[in-house]
């Protein structure tokens, strides 16, 4: 389904990982991103619900399945329904601060 699937940098943003879309870019341009276990450095990746994103936030290391595509960057408790957290609590090594 092509329809359900977005640009990393993009859906990064839109759930809230990172202030920026720029930072978000960056960050998979950076080669710290892996997707279903995969590197992955260009920021239009495209991504979907079922894979598995790793990444470095703050001094963390975040493990998140996407649930969601989303449509736009909406409040937080939007953003939280475009994912699942496959590593614990959000923020329990750093306090959850956003890049």
Known sequence: MAEDRIRIDKWLWQ???FKSRTLAA???AGSVMRVN???VTKPAHAVGPGDV???AQGGAIRVVRVLASGTRRGPAEE???LY?????PPGAADGGSED
Not at 84 to 88: C, H, P, S, T, Y
């Open 15 to 17: 759930a809230r990982f």
């Open 26 to 28: 960056e960050r998979v």
């Open 37 to 39: 276990g995969q590197r």
């Open 53 to 55: 994103l790793t990444f």
């Open 79 to 81: 953003a939280r329904l």
């Open 84 to 88: 699942a957290e496959l590593d614990g």
